[in-house]
C-alpha cells in the first residue's frame, strides 16, 4: 500500500483575527448562560460554510468555508467568533470537514482541493494554528469530505467521488496519509456526492459512514468488513453530517431540510428511526458536533441564489 508523507511547512500566520457578531440572546435551561448561536465572519459578497469540528476539553470550535478555505474559531461561551486560518493559507482554496483529536490538533478535509496541480488534500494544524502536514492522499481524483477520530488516535476520512476511507496519523517518518479501506465492489459509486459523515459506532469497533445520494449508511469494520447498516424503512437520502451522542444517531439531511434520529445498535450494524424533524426550509444545514452537551449546527448558505450574511452556527435548526 502507497504512502505519502507530509511535507511540513511553517508555521501558519495568526495575525489580524477579528472577532464579529453582536451577542445573540441567550438560551435557557440547560444552556447556562451560552449563546444559542454563534456569529459566522464571512464574505458580505457570499460565503458557504460547511464543516465543524470540535474541542470538548477546550470548549471551542472550527468551521470551515467552501468558497476560499479559510477556517472560522469560537467559543461556546461567546456569540463572537474570529477567521482562524485566512482563505488561500497552505495552498487551501476550499475546505469541508473538521474534526480534532486529544491533543487539540484541527484536521481539516480539503474536497476537491488537490483535484488541480498538487495541492494538498488535507491539513493537520496545532491547537495555535502551526501547519503540521499538507498531504495529498494516494488516489486520483479523491474528494475528502468528512473527518472522525478512531480509536487508535488517528484521523479517517471519507472520500465523496470513490468508496473509500483514508487515515491520517503522525509516523516514524512524519505525517503519513494511506488507503485505509476500499470498499469498491460493496459500496457502488453514484453520481453525486457518495461517502460522507463518519462517526465510531458505540461500542468503537467500527466507523458508521453515510451515503448521501443513496441514502445508505455503511459500517467500516476495524477489522476490514464492510457492510451495510438496516436502516429499516428510514429515507436517509441526502445525509450528509452525523453525531453520535451514546447510541443515538443525528442525521443532518441536508437538502431535504430535515434531521433524522436513529437508534443505533452497539456495533453500528442496526440502526432504527425515532424522528424526523423539520428544519428550517429556508436553510441548509450541512453537518454538526456535539459540544459540552449540546449539538451545533452549521448553516452552509447552499442551495439556490447567492450566498448573504448573516452567517452562523446554531443549536436550533428547527422549523417553526
Known amino acids: 500500500m502507497k504512502r505519502l508523507v507530509a511535507t511540513v511547512t511553517a508555521a501558519a500566520a495568526l495575525g489580524g483575527l477579528g472577532l464579529v457578531g453582536a451577542q445573540p440572546a441567550l438560551a435557557h435551561g440547560h444552556d447556562h448562560g451560552r449563546p444559542a448561536s454563534y456569529a459566522l465572519a464571512g464574505d458580505p459578497e457570499g460565503s458557504r460554510f460547511e464543516g465543524i469540528g470540535a474541542d470538548e476539553r477546550r470548549g471551542t470550535f472550527y468551521v470551515s468555508e467552501v468558497t476560499g478555505g479559510e477556517i472560522h474559531r469560537g467559543d461556546v461561551r461567546d456569540g463572537r467568533t474570529e477567521e482562524w486560518l485566512p482563505e488561500g493559507a497552505d495552498g487551501r482554496t476550499t475546505a469541508r470537514g473538521i474534526t480534532v483529536d486529544r491533543a487539540g490538533n484541527v484536521y481539516v478535509a480539503g474536497g476537491p482541493n488537490g483535484l488541480t496541480g ?14 503540521l502536514a499538507a498531504l495529498r492522499v494516494p488516489a486520483d481524483e479523491a474528494f475528502l469530505n468528512d473527518v472522525a477520530i478512531g480509536p487508535d488516535g488517528a484521523a479517517y476520512v471519507t472520500d465523496s467521488n470513490d468508496p473509500r476511507v483514508y487515515r491520517v496519523a503522525e509516523g516514524v517518518d512524519g505525517w503519513e496519509a494511506e488507503v485505509w479501506a476500499d470498499a469498491t465492489g460493496t459500496v457502488e459509486r453514484r453520481e453525486g456526492f457518495n461517502l460522507g459523515g463518519i462517526v465510531l459506532s458505540p461500542d468503537r ?10 441514502g445508505d449508511l455503511w459500517r467500516f469494520g476495524l477489522d476490514g468488513s464492510v457492510r451495510a447498516i438496516d436502516t429499516g424503512d428510514a429515507n436517509l437520502v441526502n445525509a450528509d453530517g452525523l453525531v453520535r451522542q451514546g447510541d443515538r444517531l443525528t442525521v443532518v439531511r ?3 431540510h ?9 456495533d453500528g450494524s442496526r440502526a432504527r428511526l425515532v424522528r424526523e424533524q423539520a428544519t428550517d426550509p429556508a436553510k ?6 456535539e459540544l459540552r452537551g449540546r449539538v451545533l449546527f452549521v448553516e452552509s448558505e447552499f442551495g439556490d441564489g447567492p450566498a448573504t450574511p448573516p452567517y452562523q452556527v446554531t443549536t436550533d435548526p428547527f422549523a417553526r
Open 205 to 214: 469497533s467500527a466507523f458508521v459512514v453515510a451515503q448521501g445520494n443513496t
Open 254 to 256: 441536508n437538502f431535504d
Open 284 to 289: 441548509v444545514f450541512t453537518t454538526a458536533k
Open 258 to 266: 430535515a434531521v433524522a434520529t436513529l437508534r443505533l445498535s452497539a
Open 118 to 131: 498538487d495541492r494538498p488534500d488535507l491539513w493537520v494544524y496545532s491547537p495555535e494554528g502551526e501547519l
